[in-house]
């Protein structure tokens, strides 16, 4: 009994690793999309003039 138990508390500790790990990455790659976002916005912002410009 005490081997299973062993067992289950070491994969669950495994698994609250593993779920802590990806979701520090997610959170990193959201972060660096946002920034990606933000710079993106920023640069039309610096470019009104061809987004306001008549389409042909």
Do not use: C, Q
Request: glycine fraction near 4%; hydrophobic fraction near 45%.
């Amino acid at each position: 009994m005490t081997i299973w138990t062993i067992l289950l508390l070491t994969s669950g500790l495994a698994f609250l690793v593993v779920l802590i790990y990806v979701s520090y990455g997610v959170k990193a790659e959201l972060r660096e999309t946002l920034n990606d976002l933000k710079a993106d916005v920023e640069e039309s912002r610096n470019h009104e003039e061809i987004l306001n410009r008549p389409e042909e």
